[in-house]
C-alpha cells in the first residue's frame, strides 16, 4: 500500500513504477478527468454570509468587520477570504481518491518570492493555514479559479482567460509527468530559483514584463528584518518600540490593564522559550542570543483578519541587530470537515509540517507552540520570521501573457510541492499526456469565477442590509 500524504512511511514496501502507474489509471473509473469541468452548487449548498460568520465567531471581534471590508471590495478580494466556502464545494465535485499535502489555499497570491536558509531568492507556495492531506485536485482547481477571477478583474477575455488557465493546468499536468520519472532525491532536490526566474522571463516576457521581473527580484532582497526595523518601531526612552497604529497594528502594551506589564514580559519570554524548543538545537543556540524587547498585534491578509497575529521585535548583538518574528494563530484547517483531522497533536505543528513537506526550502526559523493568551484562553500558534526577502506578485498590472507566464510557473511549483508527499507516478498516470484534464479544469474555473461572484454579490447585500459590520483600515 502507498503511505498515506503527510505521513512518515518507515519499513515500507513500495509498489513498483508500473503498479502504481496502473493504480492511477484504474483511478480514471472513479473520477474520469473530463467529470473535472462538472460544477453546479448543491440544493443544501449553505449560505456563504453563514459559512464566513461561523469563522468569525472565534476571531477578535473588533477586527470582523475590516475582514468583511477587505471581502467587499472585490470577487477577488472575496475570493482570497472564501477558502472556507470553496472548500465545502470541492468536497462535493469528483475525486480521483490520490491524495496529497495541499496547501489548501492555493490561489495565486499564496505562491510568491521567498528566501532560502542558503539566500537564494526562490518562488514557492507560502500560505500554509489550511495545509491537509487530500485530494490534490483541490489545489489546482483552487488556483485555476484564482486566475479566472484575476483575469476578469484584468478585462480579459473568455478566450484570454481560457488561455492562461489551460497554460497553468497543462504545466502541472507535464511537470507531474516529469516528476514521476525522477529519483526520489532529485524531487526533493527541485526549486526554482532567481536564475531560472530570469530565463523564463527572457523566454515568454516582452522588455515591459522583464522589467518588472528584475525590479520585483531586486525589491524582494530589501524585505527583510532591518527594513522591517526602519518601518515598524521608533525610540521610546531610548529603547526601540514597535509604533501603534490602531487597528492595524497595536502594542501589547496598550492592550492589557497598567501594573500587568512585569507579568506580561514573563508571558513573552515563556513564549519565545516555547517556541524556540520546536526548533533544531542549532536554531536554538542561534536565539539563544536575542531577548524579546517588544510585541503587537497586527492585522494581516484578507482571510486571516481576525485571527490573532502577533509580531514580536527580538534584538541580538546590539540596537541595530533586529529580528522580528510573526506568531499567527493556527485554528482548524476548513478542509478538515471535508478530508479529514490532522494527525497531530496541536494546530500550529500542523501548520509547521505541511510547510516542511510542500516547501522547496522554508524559513528556518519555522516553528510553534501552544500559548495561553492574555484572554486566559490557550491557542495554538506557528512562528515564522516577518520578513525574509518576500516578493509578492500584483496581478492587476498583469497583461495576459504575463499572467500566462505566471500561471505556468505556479502549475510547476505546486506539481513538485504534491510529488514530494502524494504518488506523483499515480497521479501523473492518471492526468495522462493529453489535455483532457487541462480543458476540464478551465470549464470548471470559469463556473465557480461565477459562483463566486454570486457569494461576493451575496456579501454586499449583507453589508447593505446591516447584517454584517464592515469598514476600511
Not at 518574528?325 to 484547517?333: G, I, M, T, V, Y
Request: net charge positive; charged share 30%.
Amino acid at each position: 500500500m502507498t503511505p498515506k500524504a503527510g505521513t512518515t512511511a518507515r519499513n515500507t514496501s513500495w509498489p513498483s513504477p508500473r503498479e502504481r502507474a496502473d493504480r492511477g489509471r484504474a483511478a480514471r473509473t472513479k473520477a474520469s478527468r473530463s467529470s473535472h469541468g462538472e460544477y453546479a452548487p448543491g440544493a443544501r449548498r449553505p449560505d456563504p454570509v453563514d459559512v464566513i460568520e461561523a469563522q468569525s465567531a472565534s476571531r477578535v471581534p473588533e477586527l470582523v468587520p475590516i475582514r468583511y471590508g477587505r471581502m467587499s471590495e472585490s470577487p477577488f478580494r472575496f475570493y482570497r477570504g472564501a477558502a472556507a466556502i470553496m472548500a465545502g464545494d470541492l468536497a462535493g465535485t469528483p475525486a480521483s481518491g490520490l491524495r496529497a499535502q495541499l496547501c489548501g489555499d492555493a490561489h495565486m497570491l499564496n505562491f510568491r518570492l521567498l528566501a532560502s536558509p542558503e539566500r537564494l531568492l526562490l518562488f514557492d507556495l507560502n500560505d500554509f493555514d489550511e495545509t491537509l492531506p487530500g485530494p490534490w485536485e483541490w489545489d489546482v482547481k483552487r488556483l485555476a479559479t484564482s486566475l479566472v477571477i484575476a483575469g476578469r478583474e484584468n478585462g480579459f477575455s473568455e478566450r484570454e482567460r481560457t488561455k492562461v488557465v489551460g497554460a497553468t493546468v497543462r504545466s502541472y499536468r507535464e511537470r507531474m509527468r516529469g516528476f514521476a520519472g525522477m529519483r526520489n532525491l532529485d524531487v526533493w532536490y527541485a526549486k526554482a530559483d532567481a536564475d531560472l526566474l530570469r530565463a523564463l522571463a527572457a523566454g515568454q516576457l516582452h522588455k515591459r514584463g522583464r522589467k518588472r521581473m528584475s525590479r520585483a527580484l531586486a525589491k524582494a532582497r530589501t524585505r527583510d528584518s532591518l527594513q522591517a526595523f526602519g518601518k515598524l518601531t521608533h525610540e521610546v526612552d531610548g529603547r526601540p518600540r514597535i509604533v501603534s497604529s490602531p487597528p492595524l497594528i497595536t502594542p501589547v502594551s496598550e492592550l492589557i490593564p497598567d501594573g500587568e506589564h512585569n507579568a506580561l514580559q514573563e508571558r513573552l519570554d515563556e513564549l519565545f522559550e516555547r517556541y524556540r524548543g520546536t526548533l533544531r538545537s542549532d536554531l536554538r543556540h542561534l536565539l539563544g542570543q536575542y531577548t524579546v524587547v517588544d510585541m503587537a498585534r497586527k492585522v494581516v491578509g484578507v482571510g486571516s483578519v481576525g485571527t490573532r497575529c502577533w509580531i514580536i521585535l527580538l534584538l541580538g548583538r546590539d540596537g541595530r541587530d533586529p529580528l522580528f518574528l510573526q506568531a499567527k494563530e493556527a485554528d482548524a484547517s476548513v478542509l478538515a470537515a471535508h478530508a479529514g483531522a490532522s494527525e497531530f497533536p496541536t494546530q500550529g505543528e500542523r501548520v509547521v509540517a505541511g510547510q516542511r513537506l510542500m516547501q522547496a526550502a522554508g524559513d528556518m526559523l519555522l516553528g510553534w507552540e501552544r500559548l495561553e493568551g492574555i484572554d486566559g484562553r490557550e491557542r495554538d500558534f506557528y512562528v515564522r520570521q516577518l520578513r525574509d526577502w518576500k516578493g509578492i506578485a500584483e496581478p492587476s498590472l498583469m497583461v495576459p501573457r504575463g499572467m500566462r507566464a505566471f500561471g505556468e510557473l505556479c502549475g510547476a511549483t505546486l506539481a513538485r510541492a504534491h510529488a514530494r508527499s502524494g504518488d506523483r507516478i499515480a497521479i501523473a498516470a492518471y492526468l495522462g499526456g493529453g489535455d483532457v484534464f487541462d480543458r476540464a479544469v478551465t470549464r470548471f474555473a470559469e463556473s465557480y469565477a461565477d459562483q463566486n461572484e454570486r457569494d461576493h454579490a451575496a456579501l454586499l447585500e449583507a453589508v447593505k442590509s446591516g447584517r454584517v459590520a464592515a469598514e476600511d483600515a
